[in-house]
């Protein structure tokens, strides 16, 4: 017996979480939420609210008892699996903030450098540290829980240690993508996955693409760079033009932008001056010189003063963002830091304060995701017997565009039990 359930991610952009089990083990594939915030008053605990909210999934065996109001979960906390883990594909919120609710008995692997991603994010206040044990494990080394082989195979995202994770038991295999794309630093790890030719059985492929009517990415306004090679150019461009204060807002955990942004602005003589929180992450990650214009910055960093600006970029987060009042006017690179989009209830606030402060917005967001094109050439390429679409407002549009190419999808519902070693319907 090999199970599969799928409990959240289906019809959403993330929270993806699955479980597979047989007899004796179970994994747990994320543990994602959008976010932890209560609508509601007066439950027994926080998860017990989450769960009611369908914030967190109703896993049986998952948490305490104690923590549980509802009678079915709570009759099922005496797990009979004798061992258990959860397995992080990467640490954007929406596929790890669940974490922290989980019960210390657990482990959770995640590769190396997203390991190490995670224990800067907790030094400077971004996460937490969690109950259960967090293990670091090597790309391609595979680990065994009970009759399960699981191995993390590096892939290109958007942060640091993402991962596709391939799962084996018995005769059957299990690749789960991860969020991916072609078209960032390390676009190589995405063929070099195609042509190991893995034996797969079922292929949960990620589908943010065919969310959207048109081609454009989560937090998208229409703009969009299409690699992050093309942001890197553009933005060396206007580093060049000295006759205005430049600042940009990214991501803090794409560390591979950071870096090279940082890279550049050395090379091209206007040095970015980071806040203290991303100035403390490129330290841990790069050699090269990184400025800070946080007068109180530990002190390792250079402080740089406001009077320069027209020597200087800074980046500035947004809820630093008074801090233009010093430096402007100019431009704002808007690099998928928050607010990300107009679904965000603080983006036209956003919008406001950048053009009360005399700043032009340049929108030089460049998504995580690969293309509906892409998406649909790694499927194929897979050669998976079943293909099941996910991380997508509308996975049947994945599903439609894979089986016309004459690959075999299948939409499973949430929360039903599916035999993987027979033919899913």
């Known amino acids: 017996m090999n199970q599969l359930t799928v409990w959240s991610g289906l019809t959403t952009i993330g929270c993806n979480i699955m479980t597979l089990h047989d007899q004796e083990s179970r994994l747990i594939m994320d543990f994602g939420m959008a976010n932890d915030q209560l609508e509601g008053r007066n439950y027994h605990s926080k998860i017990a609210g989450l769960i009611a909210e369908d914030k967190l999934p109703g896993i049986p065996y998952l948490y305490n008892e104690e923590d549980l109001e509802d009678s079915n979960l709570a009759a099922n906390t005496s797990t009979p699996f004798s061992q258990e883990a959860v397995f992080i594909s990467h640490l954007h919120l929406d596929h790890m903030q669940g974490l922290k609710y989980l019960p210390d008995r657990y482990q959770v692997y995640m590769t190396e450098a997203s390991y190490q991603l995670y224990q800067n994010l907790i030094a400077i206040g971004d996460e937490f540290p969690i109950a259960a044990q967090v293990i670091p494990v090597p790309y391609n080394q595979s680990l065994s829980i009970g009759k399960y082989m699981v191995k993390f195979i590096p ?23 991860g969020d991916f794309r072609f078209t960032g630093f390390t676009s190589d790890r995405m063929e070099n996955l195609i042509k190991e030719k893995l034996p797969i059985d079922i292929l949960l492929c990620e589908g943010t693409a065919f969310s959207f009517d048109e081609e454009v990415g989560e937090g998208d306004n229409g703009d969009r760079l299409q690699s992050e090679h093309e942001l890197l150019v553009k933005t060396q461009a206007l580093f060049s033009q000295r006759d205005q204060a430049i600042v940009i807002n990214p991501y803090p955990r794409n560390l591979d932008r950071l870096m090279a942004l940082n890279e550049m602005s050395l090379r091209v003589k206007r040095p970015i001056a980071w806040d203290k929180n991303f100035a403390y992450l490129l330290h841990e990650f790069t050699q090269d010189p990184v400025y800070s214009w946080d007068p109180a910055a530990d002190s390792y960093s250079q402080v740089v003063e406001f009077n320069q600006r027209n020597h200087y970029a800074y ?60 998406l649909v050439y790694f499927a194929s390429e897979m050669q998976a017997d079943i293909t099941i679409p996910w991380h997508s407002f509308h996975p049947k549009r994945l599903a439609s565009a894979l089986e016309q190419l004459g690959l075999t999808t299948f939409v499973p519902e949430i929360g039903a039990v599916y035999d993987i070693e027979a033919p899913l319907d």
């Open 155 to 177: 892939t290109d995202h958007d942060i640091p240690g993402s991962s596709a994770i391939y799962i084996s038991h018995d005769h059957t295999h299990v690749l789960y993508s």
């Open 315 to 374: 980046q500035i987060a947004y809820q630093d963002i008074d801090q233009l009042d010093h430096i402007g006017p100019g431009l704002y690179l808007h690099m998928n830091g928050e607010p990300l989009g107009d679904f965000d209830p603080r983006y036209q606030t956003f919008l406001d304060q950048i053009a009360s402060h005399g700043y032009d917005l340049v929108n030089m967001g460049v998504s995580g995701h690969a293309n509906k094109e892409d």
